[in-house]
């Protein structure tokens, strides 16, 4: 096949013990939860060369059924809140991105903004913002709300919080802060841009009381794939989190996302779409199906139950274990998107409620691929090659083992073939994402000056 | 007269280029806004065993008067915002404490109790939260307020919040996470405790998200000097951040506050108080006297105007610059308690409007002494002694150089007399002032269990 002249993107996606929801009870993982347990995993990612290293987020623990959440390690309480995190990593690395989940339903623009600026300017541009919705009702809870939020209630807030954020990484020029002892002048302030937004949720003056930051602004990610997730990414993302499972979905998303680009004035490469993977690596196929099976034996039911009901958002507790989804299950609020693409899995592969749970439980979702390095070096490179991907967020099922596992076996793979770097192109993550640093919109000289 | 049996606690209240408002346009300045200059500070801050780094913070730029504004550097525009910065610090520090401004006003109590939860998770144990509520009308201009929020409901805001954030903080056991792999149980549910707080401002759930911290939870550290302010201090303050300029004042506010704690059932221990002091540091009085013209000499006029309007709420920049204060000016809502120390001031000394904002622009309305290392301790020493003060915040004039010559002159000579530690007593911001590790509200076993 004719070779993309681009090379494979890799974020690291860490998660505390690993991303299978029973490493943490593995006799291999590091249950540790101090800030040296992380140090040693983004120093791990950066020694590989990743582009970023990954933290998501939520604002509730998931305690609907505590007897269930207590029983895993992933219940929504994270040992650190991320952008402090990020930030406490920012001054003990040096080349690594530094991708931050927030949601735009239980934030503020202009502190988000604010933090989000702090962090890319103590980084030396490595900051990056992964925005996300929330529909959870727990989180709502936390927030003065009775309910939870509506899905199109939450992307009009959201699509009105990206242009607020957008509009204030502007209020300042790059050169606008010329510190002029002798002349006693500290900024320039011509240079300087009031946002003055009036929206339906945010009235927002501004400017934002921090200088422009290293990368113009932090690079915007999304993980979206509802109808208004796919074009409010289209307008604003600069990378995708995906998660789809097959080839042709991800062709299909990949195809669908990026040509809606055009509308919006961007071009193809202003988006880079990184699928999560959640590889099981071995050296050889029954050495990577006998780690999977280790992991799977420990997934206890009540939480392989009740992960099921949080990623397709219905409760298939009072069905029988060994009997097939049921077919009249309603659409919910939460996550439609992620709902339908765990039930096409279901009816694909005609799974049993125990088979579906121990499908997602270990991949929570996300597309699985145990075996050799070689194996999926093959199934990554088939996937960046057919434009199905322009690399891909690593999500390792234990922690620090499964990380070490892709680096020391998968990465030399990838290399071997071409598709991965030996060294960082730049020193800032849009440098070495390949993505353009962004002209401030006001600045004096540009089409788009307003002020 | 008779020695307290304890030391004096020194905080290093870390501004950009210094306190001195002109100290920017000073030749020895460093005007670098790099990380690597603030964290130089807070290594000589560490170094010399300094109790904890402080910062102040806005959430606007104060731009009111753009062309006054751009001839400073503190105009609101900070180079880094402060959680974020001082989770950056505390991966490359040890034993310094690290203290952040948020204000009630502007913020949400469960994203502000997480991230500094997680800072205190980060440090080891070592953070600390400065509790203000803001005037600022500008700031209420980025956060949807068609107006400044009114003295009263600011305090009501600020009560409730604080009840909400130190209530959040105590939403799980510090052994709730027993990770009991074979067993098969993350965390015992007994040991979590959701708040159900309904307030007039706020509904909050809980629990928060994220294990309690080393510190049970971080110093909560005030400013208020106004009544509100006093009794919400002597009700959840650890320690103050005073702003009185005589003996007499600082001696009635210390035993004004000391004699409420009583009142909410805490003893005099549990709350130090910390009045700000300006030092400029020479060899001689001459030198000292030298160092500070050299500075005061560099404040431009529409700067030292329009300082002096922020600190006294006034705009006096259509009198004569060389004749009287007014003695009709209007109480304004912006600060009430600053406006009158720095009037009480102009009045007790008969100053005119340029000898005030002379006054006032370098140590901007602070406590400021000017002399030898000697001279320096002995007001230390005797506003300590006589109960004015447990210890103080260092606002060196200028960085790094007046934050080294109070380092290398004062402090010395300081421990020459017994007052200051030579090694830290403990790991923990709270060890080292001498604050107990509070006892969660909860926990079995304790009175006020509640759940």
Redesign the interface.
């Known amino acids: 096949m004719g070779r993309r002249k681009n090379k494979i993107k890799l974020g690291a996606f860490l998660l505390f013990t690993g991303h299978h929801v029973a490493a943490?009870?593995?006799?291999q993982?590091s249950?540790g939860?101090d800030?040296e347990n992380y140090?040693e995993l983004a120093k791990l990612a950066e020694a590989a060369k990743f582009d970023a290293i990954f933290f998501a987020d939520?604002?509730?623990?998931r305690?609907k059924d505590?007897?269930a959440?207590?029983?895993?390690?992933h219940?929504?309480?994270?040992?650190?809140?991320p952008?402090?995190?990020l930030?406490?990593?920012?001054?003990?690395t040096r080349n690594i991105g530094l991708i931050a989940t927030a949601s735009t339903s239980?934030?503020?623009p202009?502190?988000l903004a604010?933090?989000f600026?702090?962090?890319d300017?103590?980084s030396g541009g490595r900051a990056g913002w992964n925005l996300v919705t929330s529909s959870d009702q727990?989180a709502a809870?936390?927030?003065?709300?009775e309910t939870r939020i509506l899905h199109a209630d939450r992307y009009e807030r959201a699509e009105e919080f990206a242009d607020v954020v957008l509009g204030l990484w502007d209020s300042?020029d790059d050169d606008a802060?010329i510190?002029d002892?002798?002349g006693?002048?500290?900024?320039?302030?011509e240079k300087?841009h009031r946002l003055n937004h009036k929206g339906r949720h945010?009235?927002?003056?501004?400017?934002l009381?921090?200088?422009r930051s290293p990368q113009g602004r932090p690079v915007l990610v999304q993980a979206g794939a509802s109808g208004p997730g796919k074009e409010l990414a289209a307008r604003t993302a600069e990378a995708i989190f995906a998660a789809h499972i097959t080839l042709e979905e991800a062709k299909a998303f990949y195809a669908d996302v990026k040509g809606k680009l055009g509308a919006y004035g961007r071009s193809p490469d202003d988006l880079k779409i990184l699928p999560g993977i959640f590889p099981v690596v071995g050296r050889s196929e029954t050495e990577a199906q006998e780690k999977f099976e280790a992991l799977q034996e420990?997934i206890?039911p009540q939480v392989g139950l009740n992960l099921l009901s949080q990623l397709s958002g219905v409760d298939l507790s009072s069905y029988p274990l060994d009997g097939p989804i049921p077919s009249d299950l309603p659409v919910t609020n939460a996550g439609k998107s992620r709902q339908e693409l765990v039930l096409d899995l279901a009816r694909r592969e005609n799974l049993t409620i125990r088979q579906l749970y121990l499908r997602t439980a270990g991949a929570r979702g996300h597309w699985q691929v145990v075996g050799t390095p070689s194996q999926i070096a093959d199934v990554m490179e088939e996937r960046f090659e057919n434009y199905g991907a322009d690399g891909f967020n690593i999500m390792a099922p234990i922690m620090p083992g499964g990380l070490v596992d892709f680096i020391e076996l998968v990465v030399p793979e990838l290399r071997r073939r071409g598709l991965f770097r030996t060294e960082y192109e730049g020193t800032t993550l849009r440098e070495n994402l390949g993505l353009k640093r962004p002209v401030n919109r006001f600045a004096a000289g540009t089409a788009a000056a307003a002020e």
Chains 1, 2 share one sequence.
Do not use: M
């Open positions: 943490w009870r593995h006799p993982a249950v939860t800030f140090f939520g604002v509730a623990a305690l505590v007897e959440a207590s029983r895993k390690a219940s929504g309480v994270y040992p650190f809140e952008i402090t995190l930030s406490a990593l920012s001054s003990v239980f934030s503020d202009y502190n604010r933090q600026g702090s962090l300017r103590l727990e809870y936390n927030f003065g709300h300042w802060f510190r002892q002798a006693g002048r500290y900024f320039d302030p300087l945010f009235k927002v003056r501004g400017p009381n921090i200088p420990l206890q």
